[in-house]
């Protein structure tokens, strides 16, 4: 259990923590009112949670690269754990009536099916590196969810639908990138 899988333990542990913050009412903590949408100190803190375990995600790999601190078990926690915090924040969203069911459904379909592809893959001993699309609708997926989380702040004051745009680009961008990484590695598919 080196330090790069701790950081990846870290991020597991972290989703039922942002998922307490958004979705338990906390009362006591209070709120604030930008552009006539009330924001929650504890949505505030699910966010900058949400952030935080994000960012863990590109620094488990630096680390483990860096260091060649890369294990098995870690090229299995990692891409689990990135799937379980996209997901229950994307559920938490659609629970919430911020985000519509079927976008949530898009996202987290194309990144079980690309799971699915490297399982595959693995399975014939190849490996499915990220791509430069895939790191991109990561970014875009985070921006997205911490925009929602936040209900548009700071862009609400302004009436610019900042978090619609980002979600919008990050679904085009799951969408394309999904379908790179099938066209790219189709060999890896059995056809009988």
Known sequence: ??????????????????????????????????????ITYSECIA???FIIAAITDGLDGYIA???????NLGKFLD???DKLLISAVLISLVE?????AWIAVVIISREFAVTGLRLVAAAEGLVIAASKLGKWKTVLQIVAVASLI???????TWHFP???IMVWAAVIMTIVSGVEYFLKNKKVIPLA
């Open 150 to 156: 936040l209900q548009n702040f700071p862009f609400e």
């Open 79 to 81: 891409p689990l754990a």
């Open 1 to 38: 259990m080196n330090l790069a899988n701790r950081i990846t333990l870290a991020r597991i542990f972290l989703v039922p923590v942002v998922m307490i913050f958004l979705l338990v009412q906390f009362d006591n903590l209070g709120s604030f009112k930008v552009g006539g949408v009330h």
């Open 47 to 49: 966010a900058l949670i």
């Open 96 to 100: 919430m009536q911020r985000l519509d």
């Open 65 to 71: 690269r860096s260091r060649k601190m890369v294990t």
């Open 162 to 164: 900042f978090a619609t």
